[in-house]
């Protein structure tokens, strides 16, 4: 396989990809306007391609990534459900894409009504009273729901509260964003369902907990049965319920997180509300509240008067402003357009859907992979590389084989809690041939991994690289283009 | 059935009884009744795509956008041009259906664009090490004084006031959510009083936030504030356009440690304010405390080159609570806008937006001086933006240009309510001078 | 495995080789193959105080992150910088890898450190765990 040259390396001096209309003022010389101490010598050494060079560097680029659109993308945790195509033609509209922030209110009441209805219908979903658009992912959700839950505190005058209760099984945003709020966190046990142990929950209990932090379904996909009463110890000793949205398409138009008890919930637009992961970003994670503590939402909140929709800065009890401007709105035009394509009945059909497709792959598969916990799961089954294990084949193993037969692989150990964990999220996009595909091929590398562990162990064969070397990577990093680094590659 | 969804009737009833449960309601036997929803969601029915698109363009109709309106706002998004080919490119499924590159055999892709994206920032920002991107200039910022706080174990943070005044009030949140004092260094005609600088710099001050060219456009003098700064042994943190670094030296070939900024100008629509990235770039010395995420270069089995995440310990997935950072994405699709955004344009491009943005500033802030209506605030050099006194009140001024098809500057009154009548005036390259002059005669009306 | 005769070990799987005063610390074979590939070693600085019990120093692998507790109290002083730049060596040598020599303040603390048979049970009824 042909490396792919870097963009600098295919650079000539001489060579552009832009047309700029010639300076139509009178030019002055620039040393005249600006102090020539302030000015750079050299220009920044960046890329000088043409277009069609331009154009192809990034084509090839983009072949050599996988996308939902190439493949089955079974991503637990990530909900890589399709990204409708009309969504991103909406978001391109000239009256959403063309616009300033610091517009007046008067000339941009289009989005703030396309804002202000979509926190109605996430309210709606997710049973809150209130919902601020203005994180701008899901662990910057997290993060501000948790401030919201210390300022609750502190307005009473409770300064005692300072810490965060977080499950074994949490994802790792959980914890980090506790310790970014200024908690500490307490780690409680899961029991053998899967679920909170309730026991070390009431033992942790106590004045100096600010609230518990709860993924329901949890991570292992499953649902929460003992959720009230959890709800009930944590609100008995004056804690409030954080809900970490991540698996909401688990639940949609079946059960409410305001209707369990939680007190703040986030949610992802990206994954539950079909909007693109874009490679990592952006997403967007807006942070829902119970009544009693809307006023602490952060500001500027959409409102209405008159019929006409404003920013009301004038929030005092609010914890400020967490991001520039309002959050990501093309992302929340693509969300909007979504919710209004599903209507509700749709979005309970999503979230059976999503659930009847994870029970399926995993009655498929529990013959051949380990099942820890065998029940009827939720949006997402954890299965286990135990048994191949026995043969030498780990998870990774299975991942990267995975490869070769065109699928994105489930992710790999997380659950922490699971060893050698492959949790297996399809969504309710897929249809039943491709479910039934992708069964037929893990059960095919569960087959490999007991006759030729070592063909599977050395997977995969078809991609542009093959393994690389994560270890090097580390211990001598190379973060950077220059000349010399190159001469080493 | 809704068209996003595979699975039919008949599928279902077969899935079903190979799950070995009676119906849909089995599967969901772990939800208590008292939490079942026991009605529909009160959301509207199903739209079908055509209605859906009218909805949504009437809706985006009722937005008086820049395509008809003639843009003079800035104060920290920007109206720059974006070459056809961004747009085209960006849209490949292959780029934006994709997630975090976690297996990189099948996103080499995207890791070399970040790779390649850590490169151009370095280069413009004159550091050695860049991440991945982070959620906004401000929030970058603000995690940039997090990093100064944890890596030299002090706990407060100065700030110009002359910083944007949105990443200050983030600033601010952020802060008083942990042990993390934040003062303010004020200003003295529009850049940084290096006196109050040198007053409030104290044992327990981990780093200076500067930006330059400052909210009023204004290019701060970096080098002495970053000397007074590291004569404290505190971190010298500095904010910029990184469309300004083009033509101006890079922050730290004048003494920054930590570089951020709001890479929207890059190739990023304006979108109403978002989605788009921060960048954050360092010295070598502070690679293992930024926070993000990194691309990393390496080789495959066969010695071929490739590129992974790397430094990965840094990260919450691993170190929980103890991470640097609680991010967990980058802002990936808008950090590949931005590193097109300056192949596109590149070395030659960029330089030329700036000095055509540069040029065409000055001339119009010469001629709204020229009408006899405005009146400078600060006489300092600046790049693509500028602060001038109106004698009208602004809000006036902008509702009067509205009607003219004219977006008007911000009112500095909101932030400064010491500057009354302050108005902050942007213009890019994209501003013919048609569009200046036209803007001045109306202003001047 | 390799447990030394010679070393005193610790519950958290550190070495120490005592000289004199001065007590050398390290991570354990044990340690070395749970924690896979070291990438990176952060080490104390010199002159710095410790207590038994404390972080001494943290190691890296390329998925996880742990610590290194100092098994004495004292003064550190001096650092295995060859570390810093070949953490590899941890792998490699394990027991030729310290990481830091403290100076003790208290030699009774080593009377509470584990014999190498004493931790060889101990490895022996984690592996068992394992398994």
């Known amino acids: 396989m042909k490396e792919k040259l870097l963009i600098f390396e295919m650079s000539k001096p001489g060579r552009k990809a832009y047309s700029l209309p010639k300076c139509d003022v009178p030019e002055k010389d620039l040393a005249s306007m600006i102090n020539p101490e302030y000015l750079r010598a050299d220009a920044p050494n960046l890329p000088e391609v043409s277009e069609l060079d331009a154009v192809r560097h990034y084509t090839q680029l983009s072949k050599r990534n996988h996308g939902v659109d190439s493949g089955f993308y079974p991503l637990g945790s990530c909900t890589m459900k399709y990204n409708p195509k009309v969504n991103e033609v909406i978001a391109g509209f000239d009256g959403f894409s063309k616009l300033h922030p610091y517009q007046d209110e008067s000339s941009a009441q289009g989005s703030l009504e396309l804002m202000y209805s979509l926190s109605e219908m996430l309210s709606e979903i997710t049973g809150m009273d209130q919902v601020s658009l203005q994180p701008a992912a899901g662990a910057h959700g997290e993060l501000a729901g948790l401030m919201i839950i210390k300022a609750y505190h502190r307005n009473r005058n409770d300064h005692r509260r300072i810490k965060i209760i977080v499950p074994d099984s949490a994802h790792g945003t959980n914890p980090a964003s506790s310790a970014v709020a200024g908690f500490e966190i307490v780690e409680v046990k899961s029991n053998a369902d899967g679920g909170i142990d309730i026991e070390s929950l009431k033992r942790a209990m106590n004045d100096e907990v600010a609230g518990l932090m709860l993924t329901n379904p949890n991570t292992l996909g499953l649902f929460d049965k003992n959720i009230t009463e959890i709800a009930d110890i944590v609100h008995d000793a004056g ?42 970003g952006p997403g967007s994670g807006p942070v829902g509240v119970k009544e009693s503590l809307i006023p602490f939402l952060p500001y500027p909140v959409v409102s209405m008067k008159d019929q006409k929709y404003y920013l009301d800065y004038d929030r005092p009890l609010s914890i400020g402003k967490i991001k520039s401007f309002y959050g990501n709105f093309s992302v929340m035009v693509k969300a909007y357009a979504y919710i209004l394509s599903m209507g509700s009945e749709g979005l309970k059909t999503v979230s059976e859907t999503a659930v009847l497709n994870a029970n399926y792959i995993a009655a498929k598969l529990k013959d051949v992979y380990y099942v820890p916990y065998d029940r009827i799961c939720m949006h997402e089954c954890v299965l286990s590389g135990a048994w191949q294990m026995k043969s030498g084949v780990s998870t990774l193993d299975i991942a990267k084989r995975l490869l070769d037969f065109g699928y994105h692989p489930p992710t790999i150990y997380f659950p922490l809690i699971v060893h050698e964990a492959l949790m297996v999220e399809p969504t309710e996009c897929e249809s039943l041939e491709t479910l039934d595909e992708f069964i037929e091929v893990m059960r095919t590398i569960a087959h490999e991994a007991e006759t030729d562990p070592g063909m599977v162990k050395n997977s995969p064969y078809t991609t542009v690289v093959s393994r690389l070397d994560e270890v090097q990577a ?16 | 059935m809704s068209r996003y969804l595979g699975i039919t009737k008949s599928d279902r009833d077969y899935m079903l009884k190979e799950i070995g449960v009676k119906s849909m309601r089995s599967l969901f036997s772990d939800v208590p009744e008292q939490v079942y929803l026991d009605r529909e969601l009160n959301i509207p029915p199903a739209l079908s795509e055509m209605e859906l698109v009218a909805k949504m363009k009437s809706m985006s109709e009722k937005n008086l956008d820049l395509d008809h309106y003639t843009c003079f706002l800035g104060a920290g998004a920007y109206d720059h041009f974006i070459p056809a080919a961004i747009g085209q490119l960006l849209s490949r499924q292959e780029f934006f259906t994709a997630y975090t590159p976690y297996q990189p055999e099948i996103s080499q892709g995207t890791l070399q664009s970040i790779f390649e994206y850590q490169t151009m920032i370095c280069e413009l920002t004159g550091m050695e090490v860049s991440n991945a991107s982070m959620y906004d200039g401000a929030t970058a910022l603000t995690e940039a004084a997090i990093m100064a706080s944890e890596a030299m174990k002090r706990k407060e943070i100065l700030v110009a006031g002359s910083v944007h005044p949105e990443s200050r009030k983030i600033l601010k949140t952020y802060a008083q959510f942990r042990d993390l004092k934040i003062t303010e260094v004020r200003s003295e005609e529009g850049t940084i009083d290096q006196e109050d600088l040198r007053n409030k710099l104290n044992d327990n001050t981990a780093a200076l936030l500067i930006q330059s060219p400052n909210f009023f456009g204004i290019i701060e003098d970096l080098a002495s504030a970053g000397e007074i700064v590291h004569q404290n042994k505190s971190l010298f943190i500095v904010s910029a356009d990184p469309i300004s670094l083009a033509i101006l030296k890079s922050p730290g070939e004048l003494g920054a440690d930590i570089v951020v900024g709001e890479g929207q100008a890059l190739g990023n629509p304006l979108s109403f304010g978002g989605p788009y990235l921060g960048f954050f770039a360092a010295k070598e010395k502070w690679m293992r405390k930024l926070p993000g995420r990194i691309v990393g270069q390496t080789k495959d089995k066969e010695g071929i080159r490739g590129f992974v995440l790397t430094l990965q310990t840094r990260e919450q997935h691993i170190r929980r609570e103890k991470a640097t950072s609680n991010i967990c994405s980058n802002q990936g699709l808008n950090a590949l806008a931005a590193a097109m955004y300056m192949t596109f344009l590149g070395k030659e491009g960029l330089r030329e937006v700036a000095g055509l943005s540069a040029q065409k500033a000055h001339y119009a802030y010469g001629q709204l001086l020229n009408t006899g209506k405005f009146t400078p605030i600060f006489n300092k050099p600046f790049f693509k933006e500028f602060a001038v006194k109106s004698e009208q009140p602004v809000e006036g001024l902008n509702s009067k240009l509205l009607n003219e098809h004219i977006i008007g500057g911000y009112s500095l009154v909101r932030d400064y309510p010491g500057i009354d009548g302050g108005w902050l005036i942007s213009v890019t390259e994209k501003r013919t001078k048609d569009e200046i002059d036209k803007f001045v005669r109306k202003a001047a009306e | 495995m390799i447990i030394l005769n010679n070393l005193k070990y610790t519950n958290s799987h550190e070495w120490v080789k005592v000289d004199g005063n001065n007590a050398y610390v390290g991570l354990t074979d044990y340690a070395q193959i749970h924690l896979g590939q070291i990438v990176f070693a952060d080490l104390p ?43 590899g060596n941890v792998n490699e040598d394990v027991y030729g890898s310290w990481f830091a020599v403290i100076e003790m303040i208290d030699t009774a603390e080593l009377d509470a450190l584990l014999g190498s048979e004493e931790y060889e049970k101990l490895c022996d009824s984690l592996n068992e765990e394992e398994a």
């Open chain 3, 45 to 87: 600085e010199v002159d710095s105080e410790v207590k038994a019990g404390d972080q001494l120093a943290e190691v890296e692998s390329v998925k996880a992150v742990s610590e290194v507790y100092s098994p004495v109290s004292g003064k550190v002083i001096e650092i295995n910088e060859d570390l810093l730049d070949n953490p």
């Open chain 1, 474 to 489: 580390a211990r001598k990093p190379v973060l950077r283009w220059n000349k010399d680094t190159n001469q080493e590659a």
């Open chain 1, 239 to 280: 804690g409030l319920l954080y809900y970490d949205g991540a698996n909401l398409n688990a639940v949609m138009g079946i059960a409410r997180p305001g209707d369990m008890g939680f007190d703040v919930a986030h949610v992802n637009l990206h994954k539950t509300f079909s909007t693109p992961h874009g490679g990592g």
